[in-house]
T-cell receptor, first 111, second 112 residues
Framework: EPEVTQTPSHQVTQMGQEVILRCVPI?????FYWYRQILGQKVEFLVS????????KSEIFDDQFSVERPDGSNFTLKIRSTKLEDSAMYFC?????????FGPGTRLTVT | GDSVTQMEGPVTLSEEAFLTINCTYT??????LFWYVQYPGEGLQLLLK?????DKGSNKGFEATYRKETTSFHLEKGSVQVSDSAVYFC???????????FGPGTRLSVLP
């Protein structure tokens, strides 16, 4: 059964560094999403992406964040200058309308 | 904006006990409703869903019914197992299928 994959599974970075989190969505899906989950807290929507552009974003998704679908298969989330409070689990999801399939997540630790 | 409220955890049950995790929502229009499960150290897995009023979603012995009159989508299982220990998230997506809103999650621990 096809699934969403994410790499790396765990990323450790220093404050102020740039990180890129990678996702490979399910191949025939048209909608792509990023969510984050700070340890022990709820899952928060960051951004949705459709037809090669951002369709919706939350207030968390500020200028430090960007998304890209560089080659038709990968979907990336870039954090330009990481802060301690960016430490979280980041989930990618893909889907059709009304249904999203989540990847296993990337745990980002900012030190 | 749309929101989801779940009962506070943690919930601790003995094996074979009956489980209910309450979920209520606030949304405009006609959202679709979901339960996701997160096992320790893993990502989110879709457990079940319902897309319109009075629909019942079911999977792996879990059930939830979309109740528009009470804006609820309570999760139930007749007999829990130790392997059901996880965090359960109630979620909704709006009419346009774009923005998922998650509840805070309820941690379930099942003791042998």
């Amino acid at each position: 059964e096809p699934e969403v994959t994410q790499t790396p599974s765990h990323q450790v970075t220093q404050m102020g560094q740039e990180v890129i989190l990678r996702c490979v969505p399910i191949s025939n899906h048209l909608y792509f999403y990023w969510y984050r989950q700070i340890l022990g807290q709820k899952v928060e929507f960051l951004v949705s992406f459709y037809n090669n552009e951002i369709s919706e974003k939350s207030e968390i998704f500020d200028d430090q964040f960007s998304v890209e679908r560089p080659d038709g298969s990968n979907f990336t989330l870039k954090i330009r200058s990481t802060k301690l409070e960016d430490s979280a689990m980041y989930f990618c999801a893909s889907g059709h309308s009304y249904e999203q399939y989540f990847g296993p997540g990337t745990r980002l630790t900012v030190t | 904006g749309d929101s989801v409220t779940q009962m506070e955890g943690p919930v601790t049950l003995s094996e074979e006990a009956f489980l209910t995790i309450n979920c209520t929502y606030t949304a405009t229009g006609y959202p679709s409703l979901f339960w996701y499960v997160q096992y320790p150290g893993e990502g989110l897995q879709l457990l079940l869903k319902a897309t319109k009023a009075d629909d019942k979603g079911s999977n792996k012995g879990f059930e939830a019914t979309y109740r528009k009159e009470t804006t609820s989508f309570h999760l139930e299982k007749g007999s829990v197992q130790v392997s059901d220990s996880a965090v359960y998230f109630c979620a909704l997506v709006d009419n346009y299928g774009q923005n998922f809103v998650f509840g805070p999650g309820t941690r379930l621990s099942v003791l042998p």
